[in-house]
């Protein structure tokens, strides 16, 4: 299978599904928000992490930043190349968490949102059509919640990947309910769930597992057959329940002793994630969680041959996920990368503007400065590119401008009442600008960004 990321449709033009909305739901993919341009020295930048599914890639990468501006800066080099993604970001529980060592306890990471849940689904929006972008043709998504979103998230899944994406709905028994849980005036709360999603409905890899059927199970027609075969509700049947030590699918929360316990509040199973990447990708595939906390999906991927790629915003998260992969007994080459602050916290480099285009950082002397030009977010681009016609042939023999650049100024020019004689003169020619718009337009291309949320279809005075 070709994975090539140019073969990859990013956006899905003119879909139809409901959409959730909320107040001041960002326009698209909080597309028009411009996104934390990559800083000069970002890491992500300009180092591929995978030029081909044949090839070794460079080591394995764990990054310590936000996600955001990580997966909007590897969109131009992995867009189409992750075989398997699986996130547990914060549930939006409004709880704080710690990470517990020895005798003292550190902040991991709070999940508290300004505007409660519409702030909580306003960080994530953005960071899922990203994820999406990333995915190879054949990968999968997994997103580990518990009821306090998961229906929410379900929505806003069904418009970012279709909802002929949708797999299933796997509902984890956490163990069994003790102590407080077990007092509630209530039904005792026992699951979370985890939305199974895949770039394409039908093509997807999948390997079948099976759970050991329990001691005396006789088939008829004799013979003990594969085993069991895994439900979408796990750890709740009797063969599942018989599983011991680390294959138990219990949360390790709730076992007092389990060697996989870093002391990381959040921690998941091992065992689950075993079954999520065994099923959900191949040997050599390249796997990412972009909220890995303590790095349970990095270590299992590890140990089942695959390469993989990890984010956390927190320190301690950081710490403990390096500290992991390192005790494994064997691992493969990885690096720890910080990611460089966005360039707009950093101070500006004295007497000269900092003006960011598109993925770079421009540094112009004052007596040259450009007028300020409002780059396309990376995310945005990674929606749009795919809908854009081809390049045109030069005719000059000069580079024909870039369609990011006429993305940029048709925006510009939508966002500021569609006058183009006011566009700032940063963008490049108004009149050569336009000839690529009235082409855009001519070809159905203007229609197909607005269906993806790209542009607002406000009228530019053409
Ligand atoms: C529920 S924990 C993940 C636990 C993990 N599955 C494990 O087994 O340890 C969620 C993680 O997301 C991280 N996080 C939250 N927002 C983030 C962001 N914007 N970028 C990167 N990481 C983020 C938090 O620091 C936290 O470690």
């Given at each position: 299978?070709?994975?090539s990321?140019t073969?990859v449709p990013l956006?899905?033009?003119?879909?139809?599904?409901?959409r959730?909305?909320?107040?001041?739901r960002?326009?698209?993919?909080?597309?028009?928000?411009?996104?934390?341009p990559p800083?000069?020295?970002h890491?992500a930048?300009?180092?591929?992490?995978?030029?081909?599914?044949?090839?070794?890639?460079?080591?394995?990468?764990?990054?310590h930043?936000?996600?955001?501006?990580l997966?909007?800066?590897?969109v131009?080099?992995l867009?189409?190349?992750?075989?398997?993604?699986?996130?547990?970001?914060?549930f939006?529980?409004?709880?704080?968490?710690?990470?517990r060592?020895?005798?003292?306890?550190?902040r991991a990471?709070?999940d508290?949102?300004s505007?409660?849940?519409?702030g909580?689904?306003?960080?994530?929006?953005?960071?899922?059509?990203?994820?999406?972008?990333l995915?190879?043709?054949?990968a999968?998504?997994?997103?580990?919640l518990?009821?306090t979103?998961?229906?929410?998230?379900?929505?806003l899944?069904?418009?970012?990947f279709?909802?002929?994406?949708?797999?299933?709905?796997?509902?984890?028994?956490?163990g069994w309910?003790?102590?407080?849980?077990?007092?509630?005036?209530?039904?005792a709360?026992?699951?979370?769930?985890i939305?199974?999603?895949?770039?394409?409905?039908?093509?997807?890899?999948f390997?079948?597992e099976?759970?050991?059927?329990?001691?005396?199970?006789?088939?008829r027609?004799?013979?003990?057959g594969?085993?069991?075969?895994?439900e979408?509700?796990?750890?709740?049947n009797a063969?599942?329940?018989?599983?011991?030590?680390?294959?138990s699918?219990d949360?390790?929360?709730?076992?007092?002793?389990?060697?996989?316990?870093?002391?990381?509040?959040?921690?998941k199973?091992?065992s689950?994630?075993?079954?999520?990447?065994?099923?959900?990708?191949?040997p050599g595939?390249?796997v990412?969680?972009?909220?890995?906390?303590?790095g349970?999906?990095?270590?299992?991927?590890e140990?089942?041959?695959?390469?993989?790629?990890?984010?956390?915003?927190g320190?301690?998260?950081l710490?403990?996920?390096?500290?992991?992969?390192?005790?494994?007994?064997t691992?493969?080459?990885f690096?720890?990368?910080?990611?460089?602050?966005?360039?707009?916290q950093?101070?500006?480099?004295?007497?000269a503007?900092?003006?960011?285009?598109?993925n770079?950082t421009?540094?112009?002397?004052?007596s040259?400065?450009?007028?300020?030009?409002e780059?396309?977010?990376?995310?945005?681009w990674?929606?749009?590119?795919p809908?854009?016609?081809p390049e045109p042939?030069?005719?000059?023999?000069?580079?024909?401008?870039?369609?990011?650049q006429v993305?940029?100024?048709?925006?510009?020019?939508?966002r500021?009442?569609?006058?183009?004689?006011?566009?700032?003169r940063?963008?490049?020619s108004?009149?050569?600008?336009?000839?690529r718009v009235?082409?855009w337009?001519e070809a159905?291309?203007?229609?197909?960004?607005?269906a993806?949320?790209?542009?607002q279809p406000?009228?530019?005075?053409l």
């Amino acid at each position: 299978m070709n994975k090539s990321a140019t073969d990859v449709p990013l956006a899905r033009p003119g879909h139809t599904s409901p959409r959730l909305d909320w107040p001041r739901r960002e326009p698209a993919l909080n597309a028009l928000a411009p996104l934390p341009p990559p800083a000069e020295n970002h890491p992500a930048r300009g180092a591929p992490l995978l030029a081909g599914a044949a090839q070794v890639g460079p080591p394995n990468r764990l990054y310590h930043g936000d996600n955001l501006a990580l997966m909007a800066a590897l969109v131009p080099e992995l867009a189409g190349a992750i075989d398997l993604i699986y996130i547990d970001p914060p549930f939006a529980s409004g709880g704080d968490y710690v990470l517990r060592s020895g005798d003292s306890v550190t902040r991991a990471y709070s999940d508290h949102w300004s505007g409660g849940l519409t702030g909580y689904l306003d960080m994530l929006r953005p960071r899922l059509s990203l994820m999406r972008a990333l995915l190879s043709p054949t990968a999968s998504f997994y997103i580990h919640l518990d009821p306090t979103a998961a229906h929410y998230v379900k929505v806003l899944l069904d418009e970012i990947f279709g909802r002929e994406c949708f797999q299933r709905e796997i509902i984890w028994r956490i163990g069994w309910v003790s102590g407080y849980k077990s007092a509630v005036r209530n039904w005792a709360r026992n699951h979370d769930t985890i939305l199974f999603y895949t770039r394409d409905p039908k093509t997807f890899t999948f390997n079948k597992e099976y759970v050991p059927h329990l001691p005396g199970y006789s088939r008829r027609g004799g013979g003990e057959g594969r085993g069991h075969p895994i439900e979408d509700v796990w750890n709740a049947n009797a063969a599942e329940a018989a599983l011991t030590g680390p294959e138990s699918l219990d949360s390790i929360q709730i076992k007092s002793f389990s060697k996989e316990k870093t002391g990381y509040e959040t921690q998941k199973n091992e065992s689950v994630l075993r079954r999520i990447i065994a099923a959900s990708s191949n040997p050599g595939d390249l796997v990412a969680d972009f909220f890995c906390g303590s790095g349970t999906t990095l270590a299992v991927a590890e140990r089942l041959g695959r390469r993989w790629l990890g984010c956390d915003s927190g320190a301690p998260a950081l710490a403990v996920t390096r500290q992991r992969l390192l005790s494994l007994e064997t691992h493969s080459a990885f690096e720890v990368i910080v990611l460089a602050e966005p360039a707009e916290q950093r101070p500006a480099p004295p007497e000269a503007d900092a003006v960011p285009v598109c993925n770079r950082t421009v540094t112009a002397p004052p007596s040259e400065r450009p007028e300020p030009v409002e780059p396309v977010p990376d995310a945005l681009w990674a929606l749009a590119q795919p809908l854009l016609p081809p390049e045109p042939r030069r005719r000059t023999g000069r580079p024909p401008l870039g369609a990011r650049q006429v993305l940029a100024a048709l925006l510009y020019v939508r966002r500021h009442g569609g006058r183009w004689s006011e566009l700032p003169r940063g963008y490049g020619s108004a009149a050569v600008i336009r000839r690529r718009v009235r082409a855009w337009e001519e070809a159905g291309v203007l229609e197909r960004l607005e269906a993806a949320g790209v542009a607002q279809p406000r009228d530019p005075t053409l």
